[in-house]
Nanobody
């Protein structure tokens, strides 16, 4: 029933940009807080950016000024614009939907590789 489908990942050179998208279905999208997490090999999954149902945003310190999270409730989609990418950004990125009144959901993850 519920699906979060990420797209837009891939290989990019340092300093380049990517835009990740997450299309949600099966939930009342507008009431969910949305987030992007990432997990690199040997590291814990970390919250990169989040946007609340009301549009408030938060960012992990290492991506502030480089990444921008946004949502389009009309299209049930959340985006992560990633600029000035660094090799340290290499990870599997996961879309997450959360509501304290219901439950959370995860996308399948999408690879982002920043390398020359």
């Amino acid at each position: 029933q519920v699906q979060l489908v990420e797209s837009g990942g891939g290989l990019v050179q340092p300093g380049g940009s990517l835009r990740l998208s997450c299309a949600a279905s099966g939930i009342i999208f507008r009431i969910y807080d949305m987030g992007w997490y990432r997990q690199a090999p040997g590291k814990q999954r970390e919250l990169v950016a989040s946007i609340s149902s009301g549009g408030s945003t938060r960012y992990e310190d290492s991506v502030k000024g480089r990444f921008t999270i946004s949502r389009d409730n009309a299209k049930n989609t959340v985006h992560l614009q990633m600029n000035s990418l660094k090799p340290e950004d290499t990870a599997v990125y996961y879309c997450n939907a959360y509501s304290p009144l219901y439950r959370g959901y995860w996308g399948q993850g999408i690879q982002v590789t920043v390398s020359s």
